[in-house]
């Protein structure tokens, strides 16, 4: 019996081998780390970390018997006109890289680990306890006029002065650091690296320094502190892309508290979703809430957090059934978070007053909001807007029901930019202007340009193209205002090889002003001023 | 290359194939099935469907390198006094089974299938739509006295009149019913089988019915309706044992609502729990609130229904840590939700008014509560009562912190009973009796007696061995009360080749006053009085 079994096997082995002589050669181990690490650098932020897809499509070797080889390595190399990057053609990969990718992406798909509440405790490192850090601002800079430069791919976060421009230190965070936020003081920024590494820097020493760190993943996008009235700084939350869980912190040890799975099914109602991704998370002040978006679940949970230091570690968690693909938003009248689907092209809105979903409305395609931009029209109410990576166009949407019924929720324009690829738009409430960028255009110049909308007539007051950026195969990404909303920065994100630097411009005429640049100046990509952070000014 | 390795994995391949030759035969597909068949049947409520253990130990094949096959086959056979039951020596599964059930256990565990929320539509099956059901009931029964007898092994119910012991009818459930809830109108029953399969019962017909039927799981055990003022009868929830999550469902007509994965950590600060199976339900009067325990993940969730039916499906659960392997539990005082964690031999308290932890009370061995049993002593105050199936103990708990502080959430008793093995206890506000079984006592004569506890006392009263029990080698178990509390009956659980039967007791006296049997009567298990079980008296 067990011979006759032995036999069958390998008849089918030799079967499949057979079958496998047109298939991908097999990776040693070596090509397999180099390439499940590039796969994790490149790919598994739009395609997953089990390749089923999400703002990209499922990359799972079943899609490629029809494909094939051939179209997998002319698609790395020059991307596709949906938002695949061209990897080959920018430099970012060899044709190496891409041989191996092709052979990778044809091989069966191996989950990563997980992480156990054990395995997240072991990386936690209190560099200086609370009782350790000073009582009061030990710098004579206004420390709430900072402005935290992301350097993406050396994994630091530059702290620079918002007024004097002065580089005042450079930190080490996670690797590709996504985002910062700021803690409801003001106080501490928190930077989450892709590679799922969070830290806490403390802003009052007279340098800044990273007071904590720890590792709740091993990959995320998204950490935020606690807001509300009585729990300012005490409580933080990281979302994980894997494993697939986020979890509850102390604000100012970064000490693991409670962790919580989010594996959970598509809007409720459809597939189990192993890889439920957990995407942006706002703090709400007017519950004690996060607010939790669970990308491929298509779930919105708001995340209670006032009873976790109780016995138990209650935690009351709102899941409200949304769209899939949620991404990324912002909040508009402090109230409404506004967060985009990018599966449906959509914004969802989301009444944290309410805990319900009080509208979905078309955005253009796939809508990247960041957090958005804010202002009050003269004749429109407030108004918060949106820009999209697959359309030329910038979505501006009424947001007040209370006041303006009428065209609450309503689209109240589609702006038409001169580029597809926004990644980000951001405005100030001392300036006329909403600064897009169009940092993934396919189009070097669009890469290179901004755009200034005028805030009351709804058109684009001027685009230009900001000079010696494109000569550094530069694009130009991400605005921040300073704390008096005089001035705004963008950052020219070129290559690792060449220098890139931050444009600063006059809020009001938008004139260049200055730059900021340096060998330390590497691939700065999000910027983020402490008192706009901390008090959702955009 | 590609030659190299199929020469390599050839040689990996003989190499396991000649260390296999100590192991197991390899399972024919027949074979497969039919062990997997008495694995779920027989093995997972105790091992769990990943075999990964919970109340059991965990059965994967890295446990039996060392013990070995014929270890295997003897506790299969003659069992433990931990609680494995003696399958060979009471004739369940015969030698070959055992034979059979030791080689699958030696094989590679193979996870079952997961359900998508599409899957479970499927099986929903709408039978009579409530706009065609009965206004009022059209039967001169006292319907709130019916008494529904589950018949396990045959997956049926028999509806019986508390009062003249009539056999009203018999309808088909799931196979091996678990539990019968009432909705809080008590007008219908709802059934949960052990194969996941909920049949809602309409008691107002001339003649019971089954008006609804749906699947929301692969193995299941628990099955609840909403009960707070305004939801009554509207709502429903199943608790799956596989796959890992429960399903909101329509309670007039069971169709799913939504569905929330249980998937989650131990205790909030542990492992990744894959298989986190949802144990004892039971629905708040206090609050919107289903009490859900997940068992291997040690929490609590309340589970909040209110808003379920508006947009977005919001569901607000409120995620408590309590301890490892949640069973069965149920309320004291209407506020106090008592549910056994068999880990760790204690009873966890949920204050469902605070949601929090109120208490950890030390158990007997394995404590299994059923739901307990309630009443008033008259120095100690409120009491709450549980038996255990690894100690001769019937554990009783003072309940009322209010009006007695001092004993509040202490063992005021821990009466000796002459047998382990308890399953359930129960009493009735008119009875001066906690009665007891002994259902998996190992000792067929503890397994065939009962015991009645006094209230006042709190010693044991009398026991004795039911006539013509041990001799069907039926085990007693499960009591129940009339609704007027005057008689209480007891099954006689026999082998499916003999004759079962059901004695009605005197509450008062505990003279046997009758006896309930027939060709319809195999293995009759649970009995629920409408009235008792919808107004929560035990």
């Not at 501490?188 to 830290?199: E, L, N, T, V």
């Not at 200034?452 to 010696?468: F, H, R, T």
């Amino acid at each position: 019996m067990k011979r006759l079994w032995f036999i069958i096997i390998s008849v089918l082995l030799f079967a499949a081998w057979s079958a496998a002589q047109n298939g991908p050669e097999a990776l040693s181990p070596e090509e397999m780390v180099r390439a499940s690490q590039i796969y994790f650098d490149r790919c598994s932020g739009c395609h997953g970390a089990t390749r089923k897809g999400a703002t990209g499509p499922s990359l799972e070797p079943e899609q490629f018997t029809v494909k094939g080889p051939e179209y997998l390595k002319a698609v790395i190399w020059g991307g596709l006109p949906g938002g695949m990057p061209d990897w080959g053609r920018q430099g970012v990969l060899t044709d190496e890289d891409i041989a191996l990718m092709t052979s990778y992406l044809q091989s069966p798909v191996e989950a990563p680990p997980q992480l156990s509440f054990g395995d997240i405790q072991e990386t936690w490192k209190l560099i200086k306890a609370p009782e350790d850090r000073p009582a009061t601002p030990q710098t004579e800079r206004e420390w709430q006029d900072y402005i935290g430069v992301i350097l993406r791919d050396v994994g630091k976060v530059a702290i620079l002065d918002g007024d004097s421009k002065d580089l005042i230190t450079i930190l080490d965070t996670g690797f590709a650091t996504h985002i910062l936020r700021s803690s409801k003081s003001g106080r501490y920024f928190m930077a989450i690296g892709r590679d799922g590494k969070a830290s806490l820097i403390d802003l009052w020493p007279q340098v800044p320094e990273v007071v904590a760190e720890v590792r709740p993943c091993l990959d995320a996008r998204s950490i935020e502190s606690s807001k509300y009235e009585g729990f300012e700084d005490s409580l933080a939350i990281v979302g994980c892309y894997w494993p697939s869980h986020f979890v509850v912190l102390d604000g100012l040890t970064l000490e693991p508290i409670k962790v919580v799975s989010t594996v959970s099914y598509a809007k409720g109602v459809g597939e189990r979703i192993d890889e439920a991704r957990v995407a942006a998370i706002v703090a709400s002040e007017f519950f004690p809430e996060w607010i939790v978006n669970i990308k491929e679940a298509g779930q919105t949970w708001l995340v209670d957090y006032s009873s976790v230091m109780e016995p138990g570690r209650p935690l009351k968690i709102t899941m409200i059934d949304t769209e899939l693909y949620l991404h990324d938003g912002g909040w508009a009248m402090g109230r409404y978070f506004i967060v985009a689907a990018n599966a449906v092209n959509k914004l969802i809105v989301i009444d944290t007053k309410t805990r319900q979903v009080a509208a979905e409305i078309e955005a253009g395609t796939r809508p990247h909001p960041g957090r958005g931009a804010n202002w009050v029209h003269p004749e429109l109410g407030p108004l918060w807007a949106t820009g999209n990576i697959g359309s030329p166009e910038m979505t501006v949407v009424a947001v007040d029901p209370e006041n303006y019924p009428e065209n609450a929720w309503q689209v109240v324009e589609r702006i038409e930019m001169p580029y597809t690829g926004t990644l980000f738009i951001k405005t100030h409430p001392k300036s006329p202007w909403v600064i897009s960028d169009f940092t993934v255009s396919p189009n070097p110049e669009g890469a290179a340009s901004l755009c200034a909308i005028d805030k009351e007539s709804l058109e684009v007051n001027s685009c230009w193209q900001v000079p010696g950026a494109a000569e550094v195969n530069a694009r130009m990404v991400h605005t921040e205002f300073n704390k008096a909303g005089t001035e705004f920065w963008v950052s020219a994100w070129a290559p690792l090889d060449k220098q890139s630097f931050i444009v600063v411009y006059d809020a009001q005429t938008l004139e260049e002003k200055t730059r900021i640049s340096g060998e330390w100046a590497i691939t700065p990509t999000g910027k983020f001023n402490v008192y706009n952070t901390a008090n959702d000014i955009y």
